[in-house]
């Protein structure tokens, strides 16, 4: 049943669209604005992804046993995703999460929720869910009470499947759902459960991909083995734009293990029987002359670069209101250097064309997208791809993900019936993935002599930091093809999601505040989306300048925050974290001890976070110690707690890592981080030796993802401790041990 | 023979004097005084410029490696030193008053670094390479006081000495400096620019890159006429620094300051074993001094007796024939010409002094050790000791040998990798 | 050719080239799917198994040299049903994120555990060095091995 009805429920769906009301797309954007314009809008009335699939069948379905399978336009990219929303549906539903399966994205069963980004799963997804499988209890127990001849107030979900009326007569799902049709519009307000109801929501349900992934099961897309699948390597030169030399295909053709060489203009990739062959041979190809990249690499600094770019100038904010005299100042630049992703596992795509029909196994957190390219680039009619999302190693933003899919694609539609297994290598990953965009901003504020902010102008200097494909011409592949496709040119996300942008405006109440945004289309270095976007400069900047400000003031950086925050929720993080860190009476008992904390709420609508650290600084090294880290995050209704500790500390970590450590160089010709050892990350011995998170309680908010909250803050807050323990202002990341050390040599 | 009573006691006295004599001669030459404790320098009167010249020489002079124990406070000693005669523990100098050098004047502490004499006259084990420091100017001596005296305090003392019997006797230690400590300064060559004067003047003294790179005599002295000729350093080989060195006529001025500043340089491999903690304290120095420490080698390198064996690195052209053994499952991965780090400038196996110097144990250590990046302690080259047996190391040198240089083959090596996988162990 | 290799217990005929590192006789011959190519050059610690007990890279670990030495991998531990303790303390920490370093951590920190039952936290630490996480799962991890150290000590279950 499910494929025609699939298939005309997206033909329907696109009659649908014809006909769709003119009315305004609500603020948000799925995938948090990034990929391309996201599925469209059907019925604005409803909440989160039901907008665009209002049918309840397109999200759950009850099978005759009462096991519900629901069906989710998101991916489970090691954030939890897959059991929260279980826990979700399992929760509406009033069923155990063990009757509950869910499928993640799958261009031919789930619905399209735009990207897996943006820390909009829980609010585009979860929410769509929720009152997906609340409508649908609604429907069962309708039923059941028309069944049974009660009315519908007497009959009641008891969490195990059934349902029972006041004289003890019971129904199970299975079924009544024979008897419900759920191809039917849900509507926007079926009564959610409560939390003193909860049974699975707001718990710690154990995570149901860990178990696998302890013991060596099944887990990730690099795991999968497809009958009869052949080994592929793409062959390319050192670095990104560089192009190898290589031989005639007959002479590549002839070598041991090739069982098909594929060429297309100047993409080339391998296939062998084994997995070693095909490195073996990439080995050898890669070992010819390679000619360099048309465009030299920039060889200058971050702002250097940006900053001599053409620039279009965008107004964030700008708003005056009289106010006294500014009395102190403070005036500084900051910067983030382009910076990888990082993966632990690099990129790897499966493709399998059978009979007409490509599959595509794919981690790319556009997974519709993944088709569209696919289309594009084999010039195939788009019904006969289907892309499905299979986890990969934590990707945090785009990746090689969607470049090894187009890829794999196109090597398996030149060999049809033979499944198709892509990896890319580690130095591949590092020498041509999209970065995170380096930024620059200017921050220019004072105070008056009642310590409150009243100037406050901002710059930031920022390329697109969405370049992720929607077409043939965002994937690598698509550029080196003969008939290639033009790289698109970047377009900045709008506010209020932002992207270089992002949370450049300020939660707190300034009176006059002027933020600009330089957007800058020309990119000297590919870049995508990289976790929080611009955030992640925009807060450190931000948070940092509200230190400095403080300490001109002679105010508490605490008291400061609070002074100029009227929302409660973001006074709600602060305080509470601030408490538990025992900030009011923190004192310093060895030198080089230092305090700091940092504040934002992602994208001024996504989750708060405050971040509390405490550090030690090593004098003759630089090298820093970061004794203990307590955060607090508010994200509306809570799924899973310990899904908010594990992101929320893992940010925490990552972005440590970014701000002491990382930046992506390259000496004009290549970029020099090709491995580990020349682009070190964190690792044990410098990792924080406590981090606590707490959650805020907030029954019946709306969710509000965390995946990406705790980048800014984080960053910042050690830099706010760093001055603190030195009094030295680091305003350039990466805040090397190098960098630490020669600023303190003299104190 | 036969002696008489009388001549026998006439010589017993004889030798009873001499011994005397010589017990008077030798105390007269241990002794030294103690020099009176001062109260620990106030901190906020130490100029910053000279506490800016002082951290910089100590850079040179990598106090820092030896004086701090491994996750230890910087400066507070306590790391052990192996040596021949056994293992040493490295003496506080923070400017702690009861564990470390707090109550020391600039005197006593210029006579320690002369002299090798600590305040209280006790004469200092020569680990602290004073046969070198005593090169160092006063003026210098004073600036490297003062950054020391200007570090934070840390209460630490180091464990007692683990020496072979009889050796714990210090003013013994006045004999080897009679027989090896030579009281001069540098002396500055007219004919040579004051960039490579300034180098020789660091190279001989605070650097005392003779410690390890000049062979030593049976009484661990260094033997000056070999200045260069090569030395042994925690198990590796200290290459020479003269023409004898395989890669000699490939270093150049620029290579050579781009290896001591970063580690690593085109064209050769990267610091490894001690050199790595060398370079990575030299990363700190300002450029004009590791420069100038470059000019002074790139001479000395160059200079002396035609090579015994050069490194001519075999040409590698068009595409390298498919080989199926352990190298490419174990090494190529990096150390093929076509892997990512040869093709970003990193070194082939061909341009390393390692992979053709007459002795192989530096590349037996790589391969059982590894490579430490050392600011970070992540592997710029893992260890293969529990992967690889003796056998399979042996296997890979010789293969790498004759794969990636035109020197004549080591031999076989299987005992040479058991024999320092042991050594290691110890 | 074929090579007979022992790896968790188990004797398997290999026909794969003896070049071949163990990481992809473990994957495609073995379809073993814990140890996991991260790197290939032997610095994310992602392929870690066990050889006579010690743990070494996969990937640098070319099938002829093996010989009669023991393989243990991450399904040698325990499975699903039946987890070793490392593997249950590992999930009962919910110590992942996207989890692909995990398999690498476990068999890294079994070594230690089979060395020093009782690591300090510090021990650890610099046990785990040669192993990469980028989601930022250290500290739990670290729980985990602590919390596996406890039960192997009898002081917690």
Redo the contacts between chains.
Sequence with gaps: MSAITRRSFLAASGIAVAFALARPARAQLAGGGEGGAGPAIVNADLPGSLKSWPYLDAWIQLDQNGKATVFTGKAE????IRTALTQVAAEELDLPPSKVTLVTVDTLRTPDEGLTAGSHSMQDSGTAIRNAAANVRMLLLAKAAATLGVAEADVATKGNGTIVAADGRSLGYGEIAAAVSLHVEALPNAPLRQKGQFRTMGF?L??L????????????I??M?LPGMLHARVIR??SIGTRLKL?PDSEIEA??GVVKFVRNGDFAAVVSR???DA??LM??????PYTAANEPLPSGGVAETLKALPARDIVILDTSTPTADPKHSVSQSFTRNWISH?????SCALAWLQDDQLTIWTHSQGTFDVRRVAAELLNRPIETIRAIHV????C?GQNGADDVAAEAALIAASMPGKPIRL?W???QEF?WEPLGPGMVTEVDAAIDAGDRIVKWNYDVWSNPHNNRPVGAGGVLVGNEVAQSFPIPEGKPIPMPEGDGSRNSNPLYDLPNTHVIYHFIKDMPIRVSALRSLGAHLNVFSIESMFDELALKAGVDPLDMRLAHMADDRARSVMLTASEAFGWKTRKKTS??QGFGMAFARYKNLGAYCAVFMEITV????GRLTVRRVQADVDCGEVVSP?GVH??V??????SL?WCTREASGNDGT?R?A?????Y??????D??EK?AVTVQQQPGKPFLGVAECGQGPASAALANALADATGVRFTHMPIT??KV??AI??L | MHYSKRTLQAGASILGLAITVGFGVFGWIAYEPELSRIPPPDRASIP?AL??KG?QLATVGDC?VCHTADDGP??AGSRPLTTPFGTLYSNNITPDPETGIGNWSADAFRRAMKEGVARDGSHLYPALPYEHFTRVTDADLDAIYAFLM???PVKESAPPNELLPGLGFRPLLAGWKLLFLRHEATVSEPMESSEWNRGKYLVDGLAHCGGCHTPRNILGGEKWADEFAGGVAEGWNAPPLDASNPSADRWNVDTLQAYLKTGTAKGHSTAAGPMGPVTEGL??LNDADVRAIAVYINTTIHSGTTPSSTVTPPA?AG??D?RTNLF?GAC?GCH??????G??GRPLLSETSDMNAKDPRNAVQAVLQGIR?P??????MPSFADNLTDRQIADLLAYGRSRFTTQPPWPPLEDTVRDIRKENAQ | MTTSITVNGKRHQVD??T???LL?VL??DL????A??????G??G?CTVHIDGKAVFSCLTPLGAIGERSVR???G????DA?GVL?KA??DE?A????????GM?MRAQTLLDKIPNPSDDE???H??P??????????I?RAVRRASDVMAGVAR
């Design positions: 990219l090691g954030q939890g710690n154990p995570r991909d860990i178990p696998a992934k302890t013991t060596g099961g099944e887990a990730f690099q795991d083995r030169g050192p031989p070598m041991d084994r997995e070693w490195v073996k080995r050898r190809l890669q070992a010819l990082g993966s632990i596992g690099p986890e990969g190693a934590g945090y990896q290598m580690r130095e020498g030198p080089l090593e004098r003759d090294t310990d594990n992101q500390e893992g940010a925490i970590i990552q890592s290549l020099t090709f491995d580990w050892s020349t070190p990350i964190l690792r044990f011995r990792v924080p981090i041990a190098e050390r020669a040599v003299t | 910053p506490i800016r951290e820092i910087a400066l200007s570090r934070e990363s700190r590698i595409l390298p498919a490419d190529g093929e010409p076509s892997a990512p780090m093709r970003q990046d600011s970070s302690d992540a592997p710029f | 794969s080239d070049d071949t590192p992809y994957r495609n379809e073993l799917n814990g996991k190519y991260g790197c290939g050059l610095q994310c992602a991998t991450i399904e531990l325990g499975s699903v987890p593997q590992f999930q919910q992942a994120q996207c989890g692909y370093c995990i398999a476990i650890i630490r610099d785990l060095q192993n990469l996480c980028r989601c930022g799962t250290h500290a739990r670290l």
